[in-house]
């Protein structure tokens, strides 16, 4: 592992270190792949049955063929990585990180599972589980954005603030963050993994709801590449060129031919309108009273 590398991981353990402080009872060793090495913690083989689900687990959606195959490596090996808990009462502990493992233990009939124990209050509980699910699953794009949102709304941060908790720039926290304002049908292709995070981010291109479905659509339909969506959204982004005008049709020509005798004949302008059944009418414009006069003499058949 690089020296950069090395040192993203270090800082990496000092935030989730100042962020839930880690407790350790007697002499338990430290074990070397924990992220934070350096902090004080305990490790304790729990009951499945004393752990209770985190309401703040931001992954929604677990594959059953995937739970299926880790369920079959921890009967034959055991769990490799601890789960983190955080203690409740005595008989009573509430899961951090690590639900597809605690998930895949009931189903590989493990009656205890070694946790890490930290202590944390309910703001620190759902912080920590958004960061550690971030930073360490395959949440699909909407799952991190829904983490994102939860982490500004029940934790009160704005996008600067997330991102430097989970170590993204505002720019990333902020793309994910827009794909919530996709209709449900682009988000749902998202989640399921029909669409990628590049098709989506080239479809908030589009303001209109109606060009996004509609793009989407044919990204799907014809399996275009987020390069073939982007040209179509600056297609759809460019404005349309002005309308030409159609040229006057010969009725048309005769009556401003007739507008202009009228006009050089009474000495005002004259308008004629007509309908598609061929009624209409005439209009002379007057811009005095000796002017109406005069139109008058000029109409005036004796």
């Known amino acids: 592992m690089s020296a950069g590398k090395n040192a993203r991981k270090t800082a990496l353990g000092r935030g989730l270190d100042a962020l839930i402080p880690m407790q350790r009872t007697?002499?338990?060793p430290v074990p070397e792949n924990d992220l934070l090495p350096q902090a004080p913690l305990s490790i304790a083989e729990i009951p499945?049955?004393?752990i209770a689900a985190n309401p703040w687990q931001p992954r929604s959606h677990f594959d059953e063929e995937a739970l299926a195959e880790l369920a079959d490596s921890i009967?034959?090996?055991?769990?490799?990585?601890?789960?983190t808990v955080r203690r409740l009462s005595d008989q009573s502990y509430q899961l951090i990180s690590g639900e597809r493992r605690l998930m895949a233990s009931k189903r590989a009939g493990l009656a205890t599972v070694p946790a890490y124990v930290r202590t944390a209050n309910d703001e620190q509980m759902i912080e920590l589980a958004l960061i550690e699910n971030i930073q360490r699953q395959d949440l699909n794009p909407l799952?991190?954005?829904m983490g994102y949102k939860r982490l500004m709304e029940e934790c009160h941060l704005v996008i600067e603030q997330v991102g430097?908790?989970?170590?993204?720039?505002?720019?990333?926290?902020?793309n994910y963050l827009r794909l919530l304002k996709l209709p449900p049908d682009i988000q749902l292709a998202l989640?399921?993994?029909r669409l990628s995070m590049g098709h989506a981010r080239?479809?908030?291109?589009?303001e209109d709801p109606m060009q996004q479905l509609l793009v989407f659509r044919k990204a799907i339909d014809n399996g275009w590449s987020v390069r073939q969506v982007e040209e179509e959204v600056r297609r759809l982004q460019q404005p349309a060129p002005p309308a030409q005008p159609k040229p006057p049709t010969a009725y048309e020509l005769q009556l401003r031919t007739l507008q202009q005798q009228l006009s050089s004949r009474y000495g005002t302008r004259v308008r004629i309108q007509t309908s598609e059944r061929g009624v209409g009418e005439i209009r002379l414009s007057f811009f005095s009273d000796d002017d109406l006069n005069r139109l008058l003499a000029l109409l005036d058949p004796s």
């Open 202 to 206: 080239a479809l908030l291109g589009l």
């Open 75 to 83: 009967r034959m090996q055991g769990i490799i990585q601890p789960l």
């Open 48 to 50: 499945v049955d004393w």
């Open 26 to 28: 007697g002499d338990d």
């Open 164 to 174: 430097e908790k989970v170590g993204k720039k505002r720019s990333t926290v902020n």
């Open 191 to 193: 989640r399921e993994e």
């Open 143 to 145: 799952e991190i954005a």
